[in-house]
């Protein structure tokens, strides 16, 4: 199976940013989507973006459009999050997760779709 490993969190102040990567074995080298997620404490799970690995298409919350981008290294089968104008809102866990393989049209970050899941790396955004 595919086990995302999350790295790059930190501890940042507004304004700064963070990149956080995302590797698995065959994680850019199929068609699937990938995605990341972020939960504060005492919320839900939301999505943050998504991309599908065959052409590159994203999709970002309306919370990040602007400030996020979501991107692919084939060659070291990752992942990007490029984080930048981070907010103190932004504080959470962050999570990878993989589809498996599919054709579609566009990826979403949709729990429903997402089989494989990281174990988190933490973003803390102080004032």
């Known amino acids: 199976q595919v086990q995302p490993v999350e790295s790059g969190g930190g501890s940042v102040q507004a304004g700064g940013s963070l990149r956080l990567s995302c590797a698995a074995s065959?994680?850019?080298?199929?068609?699937?989507?990938v995605a990341w997620f972020r939960q504060a404490p005492g919320k839900e799970r939301e999505g943050v973006a998504a991309?599908?690995?065959?052409?590159?298409?994203?999709s970002y919350a309306d919370s990040v459009k602007g400030r996020f981008t979501i991107s692919q290294d084939n060659a070291k089968n990752t992942v990007y999050l490029q984080m930048n104008s981070l907010k103190p809102e932004d504080t959470a866990m962050f999570y990878c997760?993989?589809?498996?393989?599919?054709?579609?049209?566009?990826?979403?970050?949709?729990?429903?779709?997402?089989?494989?899941w990281g174990q988190g790396a933490q973003v803390t955004v102080s004032s």
């Open positions: 997760a993989a589809s498996v393989p599919l054709s579609t049209l566009a990826c979403r970050p949709t729990r429903d779709q997402y089989n494989y």
């Open positions: 065959a994680l850019t080298s199929r068609n699937r989507c």
């Open positions: 991309i599908y690995t065959s052409g590159g298409s994203t």
